[in-house]
T-cell receptor, first 111, second 113 residues
């Protein structure tokens, strides 16, 4: 158990819909990272937050957005969903070092 | 654009065999990490190597960082079914005022009993 929690574990929705994925980092970790993992794309970095502020952006679509709240939990919002958005979404946290602790992931299926 | 390549992409071996997987880049990294990911779970950090030429051992796993800090290898001795999983390398670079972690595409290892 990494100490990072993600909800929900599974999510099935339809094209065009909007979903919110939630992540609680390890106690004391200020950084939260979001990744998308699909079979053909591997682990793709989406975005990083540090203590509530956006720190780095990766290959995140404009239809996706994220935020980190004062209690340090983070949410990833995915809107206007397409079939190709079906993937595993991972959250990771760190305490400022390079080691990232990954959550169990949310498996999103868009039908 | 900094990219990490990993080879082979897939590897299927018999229990007891040895294997080596590679992680290569044209970029220099301040450190490099190896993660293992089991199906349906998040990646778990195995090791971080920092110094060029550094070798670290974790039981039957030996990790080496290239002298120029552009590449790394992971050698597994006497592989066991429990070693099955996706092995990801991740390079760390410093951009502006913060560090950036870049993941490779992974090597999927299957150890057959």
């Amino acid at each position: 158990d990494s100490g990072v929690t993600q909800t929900p574990k599974h999510l099935i929705t339809a094209t065009g819909q909007r979903v919110t994925l939630r992540c609680s980092p390890r106690s004391g970790d200020l950084s939260v990272y979001w990744y998308q993992q699909s079979l053909d794309q591997g682990l793709q970095f989406l975005i990083q937050y540090y203590n509530g502020e956006e720190r780095a952006k990766g290959n995140i679509l404009e239809r996706f957005s994220a935020q980190q709240f004062p209690d340090l939990h983070s949410e990833l919002n995915l809107s206007s969903l397409e079939l190709g958005d079906s993937a595993l979404y991972f959250c990771a946290s760190s305490n400022g070092g390079h080691e990232q602790f990954f959550g169990p992931g949310t498996r999103l299926t868009v039908l | 654009t900094q990219l990490l390549e990993q080879s082979p992409q897939f590897l299927s071996i018999q229990e007891g065999e040895n294997l080596t997987v590679y992680c290569n880049s044209s970029s220099v990294f301040s450190s490099l990490q190896w993660y293992r990911q089991e199906p349906g779970e998040g990646p778990v950090l195995l090791v971080t190597v920092v110094t060029g030429g550094e070798v670290k051992k974790l039981k039957r796993l030996t990790f080496q960082f290239g002298d120029a800090r552009k590449d790394s290898s992971l050698h597994i001795t006497a592989a066991q079914p429990g070693d099955t999983g996706l092995y990801l390398c991740a390079g760390v670079t410093t951009e502006t005022s913060y560090d950036k972690v870049i993941f490779g595409p992974g090597t999927s290892l299957s150890v057959i009993p």
